[in-house]
């Protein structure tokens, strides 16, 4: 029987994911980002997706690439309690406005405190964020939003995220000064809320997102052979034809 294209293909109501906006704006100005970040939350509440967000800005995040930087001298460091809730989300959604064409301080920040933590392995020799899926959100009203994606998503799937089809969502509005999303028009109606291209990003993103946390849950996540630990690696590639060990 063909499947229905009105109902979804499985249930997503275990599934855990963080939006971490990293808007230069403290909570509780309003921020463009949060504002597009807003469409994906919804789409996964519907679904009953368990659904978090942080505003980095939000926190004393030190600089650093050390799971806890209070242990290299600062004197406060509020990543660990951020990395709680990165380690138990299934999906992360980066959110980032555009500055000169690249994502914000705050984003890269956010790249390097989780790649501080990537070295961390799983009960099975994994590393930490194999078996979890991500995405970005992206807005602004100057050029950059595929550049910065493509940015965001090589971090993420290098550290170990499965990256799904077309993850990503952005507006830009007209080039140069302009409407930033969700900002009022002439006519009243907020910018871009009624753009095509930009809200079936995010709907494609949210609904890919969901689906690659399904598959990967649903497989107990990510095949763990050949992306273990070096001595588990080197015993599995011993006797392979190409593989010799020096010596």
């Not at 930009?198 to 050949?226: C, E, V, Y």
Request: net charge negative; aromatic share 8%.
């Amino acid at each position: 029987m063909a499947e229905s294209k009105l109902s979804p293909p499985a249930r997503y109501d275990d599934l855990k994911a963080l939006f971490i906006n990293c808007t230069l704006k403290r909570s509780p100005e309003a921020s463009h980002t949060d504002d597009l970040m807003d469409v994906c939350r919804a789409i996964m509440k519907t679904q009953g997706v368990s659904v978090d967000s942080e505003r980095l800005v939000d926190h004393q995040i030190a600089f650093g690439v050390q799971p806890d930087m209070t242990d290299k001298g600062w004197d406060r460091d509020d990543w660990p309690q951020i990395w709680d809730k990165v380690k138990a989300a299934d999906i992360l959604v980066i959110g980032t406005p555009l500055w000169l064409g690249e994502e914000s301080s705050v984003a890269r920040m956010l790249i390097e405190r989780l790649y501080a933590q990537s070295g961390q392995r799983q009960e099975n020799g994994q590393f930490v964020y194999y078996g979890k899926t991500g995405g970005c959100v992206i807005t602004g009203n100057e050029d950059g939003v595929k550049h910065t994606a493509m940015t965001l998503q090589y971090a993420l799937s290098h550290i170990g995220y499965v990256i799904p089809p077309q993850a990503d969502a952005g507006w830009i509005g007209e080039i140069g000064p302009g409407l930033s999303y969700g900002d009022e028009s002439e006519g009243g109606a907020p910018a871009g809320r009624n753009n095509a291209f930009t809200q079936t990003n995010a709907t494609i993103l949210s609904w890919n997102l969901m689906h690659t946390a399904r598959l990967l849950k649903d497989a107990g996540g990510f095949p763990a052979f050949g992306n273990q630990d070096g001595e588990t690696m080197s015993r599995q590639a011993l006797g392979h034809p190409f593989w010799s060990p020096k010596g």
